[in-house]
């Protein structure tokens, strides 16, 4: 959840760990702190965003060529400048900074209370580092073997990295459960918790797996072990990435980029992985268990937020084309409720990160019962991506914008070509049908580039429902997990309630909050429940409700009925959410920023929920 950062080399450090702090601030910007190690160890830091944080350190010492820094999410103890990291350890001796949580901190804590440590702050993490130097003191060992020791004794998730005020050719860092990279220079080594604070020096990388630790050290020698203490050989990876990909490149926000990339990341998600003409489509990760897929007589799609709703359009798709029953779940439920698994499900697990704690609970527990696990993420060599039998990569590219866009439409894209690839394994689609939904599915790219023409038109909507309480999303089939989607962003990024329901519940309920003061969005694109959703219009309309209809273009009967009508470009009913949610995606965004929101980093979010 937090973002956490290290160097180690001949280069100034501080500037590497303050931009490399911005680059990781959408993991968390509660607060921010560096430590930096120069002749003495120098910490500093804030409550605010790393911007704050520098302002604060202005005209202070800040040469040294070994540092760590953070950027908080919190979980334990309020955001402030105590319960900032880096945590130093009673003596002054070690400083510490962690992205995660120890669930048995407070029995940790009163032991070491009683050993006569005190503590200032009100985190799991003062406590680990204390842990950390009484281990190092009762053994008389090295860094390492200290951190090695303590991290056997704790429970729970953590990225960590650890420096020493007498050792400043030496960084030490560990991760379970929540990511880590190293990145490998000449004679130089960063750790990050992913890969956009490293792209700018160098690809080399290693991605350290659960329950392993490195040692980086000033000669340019390291070393990776497991927390059993034995050595690993690890492998080196090439970072696809570019630089250019995690800048804004023009656009004033992230979101409002990722918005606009999202027809290149449709196409890079499908580009080698079907063809139209020929009418084939080929997904290695599921040719790989062709067999177990199509004897399989239940998927189960587990996520969270965003890609929750990807999953059941997910569970829409394979149910209508590959005829198999599928259930989605919220993976922060699934472990907990005692869930029935068997040995010939499919369990697909959906998460733009790949690092969602919950996700990875979910997945350990249907590995346990011997189901296969078909990962989908965005982020190559995730913890998902690792813990997977097969999978596959959406190619969104780096996403940094806190709301999810372009994650979504890629997940949604990948689903279309899995259910339509298992339908054709299991000959419950026409080779004709087949074809239509793939030539139409590469036309979505420019569909959705017709879409976003429309944005003056949306921005002048915001202007006028910027400062409402309350909104309706209302959708049927297809387009009712993008109504959920819709309602998601508004909430996330201009604190609006929001609200989705399938359009004919609305009626059951939530037709009483109804009332002229009330913006209720349609998505009314879907031709096979046209006369039903004119319907539920009508019923708005009768108590005054404010109505903005997103249909297709050319559509005159709603168009008589709604207050503001959107018109995308037509399409087949089953790809119609890759472009309804266009319009939604850039109405949440003028909302937001017209109420003056911070678009990339809405309060009390973070990008990657690393932590249950």
């Not at 060529?65 to 999410?73: D, K, V």
């Not at 040719?287 to 996520?303: M, P």
């Not at 059941?312 to 779940?329: F, K, N, T």
């Not at 472009?579 to 965004?589: H, R, S």
Request: proline share 3%.
């Amino acid at each position: 959840m937090c973002g956490i950062v290290g160097y180690i080399g001949n280069k100034d450090a501080f500037p590497i760990l303050v931009k490399g702090l911005k680059r990781l601030e959408y993991r968390g910007y509660d607060s921010a702190g560096i430590a930096l190690l120069n002749g003495d160890l120098s910490v500093y830091k804030k409550a605010g965003k790393v911007s704050d944080l520098e302002k604060s350190i202005e005209g202070k010492h800040l040469s040294a060529t070994i540092g760590i820094g953070h950027t908080r999410w919190a979980t334990h103890g309020v955001p402030n400048d105590v319960n900032a990291h880096p945590h130093i350890s009673q003596s002054g001796n070690l400083a510490i900074i962690h992205n995660g949580i120890i669930e048995n901190y407070a029995a940790i804590k009163e032991e070491l209370q009683k050993r006569g440590y005190t503590f200032t702050s009100d985190t799991d993490t003062e406590v680990l580092v204390n842990l950390i130097e009484e281990v190092r003191k009762t053994e008389n060992t090295t860094l390492d073997e200290a951190v090695r020791i303590a991290l056997n004794e704790v429970v729970g998730a953590y990225a960590i990295l650890v420096i020493d005020r007498n050792n400043p050719d030496q960084l030490v860092g560990a991760r379970k459960g929540s990511p880590l990279v190293i990145g490998i220079g000449e004679n130089e080594f960063y750790f990050a918790s992913d890969a956009t604070p490293i792209i700018e020096y160098t690809k080399n990388v290693v991605y350290l797996d659960d329950q392993e630790y490195g040692i980086v050290n000033r000669d340019g020698t390291f070393t990776v072990r497991t927390l059993g203490n034995v050595e690993k050989s690890p492998a080196i990876q090439k970072l696809e990435m570019s630089l250019e990909n995690i800048e804004k490149g023009g656009f004033e926000h992230f979101m409002l980029k990722e918005i606009y990339e999202q027809p290149k990341a449709i196409e890079d998600s499908l580009r080698g992985r079907m063809n139209a003409l020929q009418g084939w489509i080929k997904l290695g990760g599921l040719s790989e268990y062709e067999t177990r897929i199509d004897k399989a007589e239940r998927f189960i799609i587990t996520a969270c937020g965003t890609s929750w709703h990807s999953g059941l359009i997910g569970e829409y798709l394979i149910e209508d084309l590959a005829r198999v029953p599928v259930e989605v779940e919220y993976a922060s439920e699934f472990r907990y409720r005692n869930p029935i698994i068997h040995e010939g499900d499919v369990v697909m697990a959906i998460s733009q990160s790949g690092e969602t704690a919950d996700t990875l609970a979910a997945i350990e527990l249907a590995k346990d019962r011997q189901a296969l696990i078909y990962g989908i993420c965005n982020v190559i060599g995730s913890s998902i991506a690792r813990a997977s039998h097969a999978g596959s990569y959406t190619h969104a590219g780096p996403e940094i914008g806190v709301a999810s866009t372009k994650a979504f439409s890629t997940q949604i894209s990948l689903l279309t070509l899995i259910a339509l690839q298992i339908a054709q394994q299991k000959g419950t689609i026409a080779t004709s049908q087949l074809r239509t939904f793939l030539y139409e599915l590469e036309s979505i790219p420019r569909k959705i580039e017709e879409t976003l023409k429309l944005d003056a038109q949306i921005k002048e909507l915001a202007g006028i429902y910027k400062d409402a309480k309350n909104f309706l999303y209302l959708g049927r089939g297809y387009n009712f997990p993008v109504a959920l989607e819709g309602a998601l962003k508004l909430k996330e990024i201009s604190y609006i309630h929001a609200e989705g329901y399938p359009a004919a519940e609305m009626k059951h309920g939530p037709i009483a909050l109804i009332d002229e003061e009330m913006p209720v969005v349609f998505l009314a694109t879907n031709q096979s429940a046209y006369e039903k959703i004119v319907s539920n219009v009508q019923e708005v309309k009768a108590r005054k409700g404010k109505i903005i209809a997103v249909v297709n273009k050319g559509d005159k009967q709603i168009r008589a009925l709604a207050d503001h009508v959107i018109e995308v470009p037509e399409t087949e009913e089953i790809l119609s959410p890759l472009v309804t949610i266009v319009p939604l995606q850039l109405l949440a965004y003028h909302i937001a920023i017209l109420r003056g929101c911070n678009v990339d980093q809405p309060r009390n979010l973070a990008k990657s929920v690393t932590v249950e």
